[in-house]
């Protein structure tokens, strides 16, 4: 049975959801176009077996939506989105090109380089991705506030 109480704690996970994969559908897009730019998204594919754009694509949606909710996550503990933000994205830069890509690729985790100007750049992308996140979750969770 479901009182009161649990409704609107409910409805305030969905609202976080639904901001969160809404701000890193829009996040992930325009990162999405600046990796296709630089040539990222066949990597991607490649780490999958695969030649294809889409399969870059989709994976790159997938695990920015993941991202989009370890957001979400955080901000059901502070609602500093944009403070968040910039943590967000350090720990999705260290957990992304710095630990898991490089892993994936047979290369090992890349944490001694990170402040290398490759790696640097990458932090900056992944900082603006998690700042328009934010920017676009701070906006839905406040107009349907």
Known sequence: ????????????????????????????????????????????ASMLGSES???????HMM????????YGAMTLFSSRYYVLGVLHGVIIW???PLMVMPIMMGMGPMVGAMFESAQLMSL?????????LAAVFSRLVHRHA
Not at 53 to 59: A, F, I, K, Q, R
Not at 63 to 70: D, H, K, P, V
């Open 53 to 59: 754009l889409v399969v870059g694509w989709l994976m």
């Open 124 to 132: 900056i992308t992944h900082l603006a991705f998690s700042l328009i």
């Open 1 to 44: 049975m479901v009182v009161s109480g649990q409704t609107s704690k409910t409805s305030g996970y969905s609202k976080v959801v639904k901001a969160s994969l809404i701000g890193s559908t829009v996040a992930g897009v325009v990162f999405g176009i600046y990796m296709q730019v630089m040539g990222m998204i066949p990597v991607l």
């Open 94 to 96: 260290v957990i992304g």
């Open 63 to 70: 695990i920015s939506w993941i991202f989009g909710l370890g």
